[in-house]
C-alpha cells in the first residue's frame, strides 16, 4: 500500500461508535502553530501544586497544552524533573475518568519516551508509538480516539534524532535492498519523505524533519481533525527531539 492512500482511512460514524464502545468496554499541513523554532521556557504556568486541582488545570487550548509540553521539556533538560500528576489523590480520581491534554505521536526508540521528554505524569498524554511515526489504521484510530472521544486540543508529531526508522528506509531506497517484511513496511511508508538533495548521514538527518512533517500534514489533512483545526479547537504540529541535548524544537 502506498503512502498516498493514508489519507483516505478516514473513520467513518460506525467506525467511530466501534471504537469508541471498544475501548469504554475495556476499562492542515499550515495547522502548525507559530511560537518559534524553538519550544519557548515560560509559556505555560508551573505544573508544581496543581495536584490538589487535578485535572482543573488541564490545558484547553492548542497554545495552552503546547506550551505545557514546552515547560515539562524544559525541566526535563535541565534536570529539574517534577514528576507531576503521580500521587495517591490523581491515582484515584484516574480510577474513574481520564483528561489528557495532548496525543503525542512519537517513534519506538527507546531513548524518547514522551512522558519523560516532556515531564508529565499520570493521565496528561495520550501517547501512541510506532517505528519511525509510521501511520496506519490501529495508528489514525488511536488518534483519533483521543481527539474525537476525549476531546484533546494537540496533536504532536514527534521525530528525533538518530532515527533508526528513518535510517533503515534510506538505506533500502539507496541500495535496493529488501528488508524483513514487516520492517519494509514501514520503509515503504518513510520514503516518500526522503531527501535525495543530500547525501549520507545529512540525508538521513533531513528525512526524519521531512518524515515528521509529512506525517503532520498527512493527520491535518484527516476530515474529522480538518474540522476542528477549522474550528480553532485542534493543532497538528510536527517536532523533533535531539539526543545530544534533549531539546524539543517544533519544525516549520
Known amino acids: 500500500m502506498h503512502s498516498n492512500t493514508q489519507t483516505s482511512h478516514t473513520l467513518s460514524p460506525s467506525r467511530r461508535g466501534l471504537l469508541r464502545a471498544a475501548v469504554a468496554g475495556s476499562a492542515a499541513a499550515g495547522s502548525v502553530l507559530a511560537l518559534g523554532s524553538v519550544f519557548p521556557a515560560s509559556a505555560a504556568p508551573p505544573d508544581a501544586g496543581s495536584e490538589p486541582g487535578y485535572p482543573a488545570d488541564r490545558p484547553l487550548t492548542p497554545d495552552q497544552a503546547l506550551g505545557r509540553l514546552a515547560e515539562g521539556n524544559r525541566r526535563w533538560r535541565t534536570y529539574r524533573q ?5 500521587s495517591r489523590s490523581v491515582r484515584l480520581q484516574l480510577t474513574t475518568s481520564q483528561h489528557p491534554f495532548a496525543v503525542v505521536l512519537g517513534c519506538v526508540d527507546s531513548r524518547v519516551p514522551p512522558e519523560l521528554v ?3 505524569g499520570l493521565g496528561d498524554l495520550l501517547t501512541v508509538r510506532s ?39 534510506v538505506h533500502a531506497d539507496e541500495t535496493g535492498e529488501q528488508l524483513p517484511a514487516h520492517i ?41 481533525l480538518a474540522d476542528r483545526i477549522a474550528a480553532g479547537r485542534l493543532a497538528v504540529v510536527a517536532a523533533r527531539y535531539e539526543l545530544r541535548d534533549q531539546r524539543v524544537r517544533t519544525l516549520r
Do not use: K, M
Open 82 to 86: 517534577q514528576h507531576p500528576h503521580e
Open 184 to 224: 519494509q513496511y514501514l520503509a515503504e511508508r518513510i520514503r516518500p519523505s526522503i531527501d535525495h538533495g543530500l547525501e549520507g548521514a545529512a540525508r538521513v538527518d533531513a528525512t526524519i524533519d521531512a518524515h515528521a512533517r509529512r506525517t503532520r500534514g498527512l493527520l491535518a489533512a484527516e476530515p474529522d
Open 118 to 120: 516532556f515531564d508529565q
Open 131 to 169: 517505528a519511525g511515526e509510521v501511520l496506519d489504521e490501529a495508528v489514525l484510530g488511536s488518534i483519533a480516539y483521543g481527539v474525537l472521544e476525549l476531546d484533546i486540543p494537540l496533536v504532536l508529531v514527534l521525530g528525533h534524532q538518530s532515527c533508526g526508522a528513518v535510517g533503515a528506509a
